[in-house]
């Protein structure tokens, strides 16, 4: 029986009006942030307020939209100025995280764009200003259709390979990929919603994604929110999961997807796609073709972002005595002790069953341990 879904929206966006949801809150407080311009862009990303490679570049893109919309006529003397503010701003945003490839793909688009526009004949400002805003405002129904073409793809190619004879699967994710990572729908969890939409779902199992729980705050509040059937798991959970339960796939998100099909995403992706192999478990990369970075022949090339120590050896929650939606921070292990806290690994593409796109899914040749994502998308 097909079920009827509800989906939170993360990022709301009117002409000159910008509204995050501020993931740092959640899931105790629901709290929309306003964001007026690129700082307060750059800030959200870098702070992890908005997270999840799509929506990355969604909000750095129309944070500068917001700025430039607040703008006179008369901001910029020429196409050119204007081309160069543009560009400067992007090139500030780029820096917020650096192993998520949509913010840098999404730059260059534009900044390419804004570029055509100022030297075209008889070009003003206000025209490379109205290319702009036409093309980043129109990145989040682009990402929406996309995100819901990943999901039937997705869907159909683990019912194919691995649904039982009732015609239901259950399925593990890892960290965030829903509403809350893109315009809306999902990338991984688009997947999921896809299952559950059609009545193919039997269950799902979300991992904690220590050390920020983006699964178990932000990926369980989604599905709780929607009322998909699903459960908690800690991350070292992922294999007595599958060896005990019966696990049609593992399908998971991606921060940047080399050309041979390696793939970076949140920490603790590997060590699941290690033991899907191990259980002869589908492990599924979800992830639009703008996450796809054909400059780097292999995964070893993907620069991977060290975040800051403490929020390994640091965790918020809500006070069990305080007011509903009442949070704290306490410390959790030894003072003095060393962190390493790599935001991102990398997923060989040995270890991976197929890359579900907008465009397809891609799938390696008989006998090969790599994809030819290039040939790929060449023809799709």
């Not at 009827?4 to 009117?14: F, G, N, P, Q």
């Not at 007026?36 to 999840?52: E, P």
């Not at 006179?72 to 650096?98: C, G, M, V």
């Not at 800690?234 to 998100?253: F, H, W, Y």
Request: a negative charge; hydrophobic letters at 45%.
């Amino acid at each position: 029986m097909a079920q009827s879904t509800r989906t939170l929206v993360a990022i709301k966006y009117e002409q000159g009006s910008l509204e995050i949801l501020d993931q740092l809150l959640l899931p105790f407080q629901s709290v929309y942030l306003a964001i007026r311009g690129v700082q307060d862009g750059f800030d959200a990303i870098k702070s992890m307020k908005v997270r999840g490679a799509p929506a990355i570049a969604i909000v750095a893109a129309l944070s500068l939209a917001v700025e430039l919309r607040s703008r006179s006529a008369s901001s910029f003397a020429t196409a050119e100025t204007a081309r160069a503010f543009i560009a400067d701003q992007l090139d500030y945003l780029r820096k917020s995280r650096p192993t998520a490839v949509n913010l840098f793909e999404a730059a260059g688009r534009l900044e390419n764009l804004v570029a055509a526009s100022a030297a075209r004949d008889g070009s003003s400002a206000p025209d490379v200003v109205a290319d702009y805003l036409r093309e980043a405002e129109a990145m989040l129904d682009r990402d929406l259709q996309d995100n819901r073409n990943i999901g039937k793809f997705g869907a159909e190619f683990i019912l194919k390979a691995r649904a039982s004879p009732e015609g239901k699967v259950s399925v593990v994710t890892h960290c965030n990929t829903g509403s809350l990572a893109t315009a809306g729908w999902g990338t991984a969890l688009g997947i999921i919603r896809d299952l559950n939409k059609t009545g193919h779902l039997e269950h799902v199992y979300c991992t904690e994604t220590r050390p920020y729980n983006q699964g178990g705050r932000l990926t369980a509040y989604e599905l709780v929110y929607e009322n998909i059937p699903a459960t908690l798991i800690t991350d070292s959970m992922a294999s007595a999961l599958l060896r005990t339960k019966s696990i049609a796939a593992i399908v998971v998100g991606a921060d940047r997807v080399a050309a041979n099909g390696d793939t970076a995403n949140k920490i603790g992706t590997y060590q699941l796609a290690i033991t899907a192999k191990f259980h002869g478990v589908e492990f599924i990369v979800a992830a639009p073709s703008t996450s796809i970075d054909l400059s780097l022949s292999s995964g070893d090339q993907i620069p991977i972002e060290q975040r800051p120590g403490i929020e390994v050896v640091q965790i918020r929650g809500e006070k069990l005595s305080g007011s509903p939606g009442e949070v704290e921070t306490v410390h959790i292990a030894a003072k003095g002790i060393d962190v390493w806290n790599p935001s991102f690994d990398v997923t060989p593409a040995s270890l991976i069953s197929a890359i579900a796109t907008e465009k397809g899914i891609i799938t390696k040749a008989a006998g090969s341990d790599s994809f030819d994502v290039a040939s790929f998308l060449a023809t799709h």
